[in-house]
């Protein structure tokens, strides 16, 4: 009872009388000669202020630091230098709480330092199986604040890569997830930005040449975008602030430019037999398959079977197409060539051939007949040649 209630804190001083005669007074210290609390040692309070306060200062305000000092230092060989625990289901409850209280300058509530090559200055671990629970969060109640940052520091090159101001990793989830619930336009759930250095940065300027956001994966999406009623990807210029391409959620795809492929035709996707060729020039069957010609001048003729096409129609969504063969109806194609009724010069018109597969030149004209005008020279036997695709 009187340790608790009477010793708080309090001046206390004992009085020495020998033979009822004071002989002095001595002031009560609740820790006379301690160097350090004995292992074990608990601090208990039920007031409003600290339990335990250690300040590391070097004049009389709170709020000015000592230039090396510490006000508390935790070390552990195998386990925690310093260790918060909170068991209070109030939000704003926490284990170990840092606060930043100066007027300006860029001081830190809770600071984490790494000297390792692979450690971690600060770790947050959400050990629940179950629920929303967060390992690190971060909040701000600031309109131009920020709930966590990071910074990677001036190391941009040699032989130990690049460093990451933010890395997330995840074995089976996120590794970075970002939400937002504003109801106005310009918020993000997840913002980067690249610029060449700080003073840059804070003037809002770009010329680094870096990436905003960079996706990368070994063997899955590198980056999915999922958007419920508005456009699921934009690409905006910032000089003027245009929109310059984007892809709505049905699908729709609108640029201001135009597209540039290494292909040079375009390719419909159509059921075909099994067995066909890139450059086989390619007739339809009875069964409204696609299969190559063996007869000259066939009017059945459909096009070109396209090695590498610039644009692709009728796709499947997984991009398979089982049973199917691109039909290269319009462009340049490369295609199979026989020079079996002639040689074949640049601009010579082209029609089926007896040759499976194979063009020729087309020394009269019949409807519906023609597929395309060569663009190169055939002096003799088979070979594959650069053709202008226009059926007529």
Known sequence: DVYQWHFNGQGLWLGVEVGGVAIGCQEILP???ALSLRPGASIDCDYMFPA??????????????????????????????????????DDDDAGVYGLANGGSGTTSGVYGANNSISGTGVKGKATATSGYVYGVT???????????????????????????GVYGYSNSGHGVYGETLGDWSNISGVYGKAVMDHANAVNGVNTAGGYGVRAESNTGVALAAKSASGNIIEAWDTDPNNRRWYVRNDGQVYADGSFHSGGADFAEMLPAVEGLEPGDVLVIGFDGQLLRSSSPYATSVMGVYSTEPGFVGGSDEEMENPDKAPLAIVG???????????????????????????????DHFVGGAIIGKALEPLEEGTGIIQMLVMLQ
């Open 31 to 33: 820790v006379p000669y």
């Open 52 to 89: 335990l306060w250690v300040s590391n200062v070097t004049g009389n305000g709170i709020g000015s630091s000592s230039e090396n000092g510490r006000g508390i230092v935790g070390t552990s060989v195998n386990n925690y230098g310093v260790y918060g625990l909170s068991s209070s289901t």
């Open 138 to 164: 971060g909040l701000t109640d600031s309109p131009s604040g920020v709930g966590v940052f990071g910074w990677a520091g001036s190391h941009t090159s040699g032989t130990h890569g690049r460093p990451y």
């Open 332 to 362: 340049i194609v490369p295609v199979k060539a026989s020079a079996e009724n002639g040689p074949i010069a640049p601009g010579d018109l082209l029609t089926t051939s007896s040759t499976p597969g194979h063009a020729m030149f087309a």
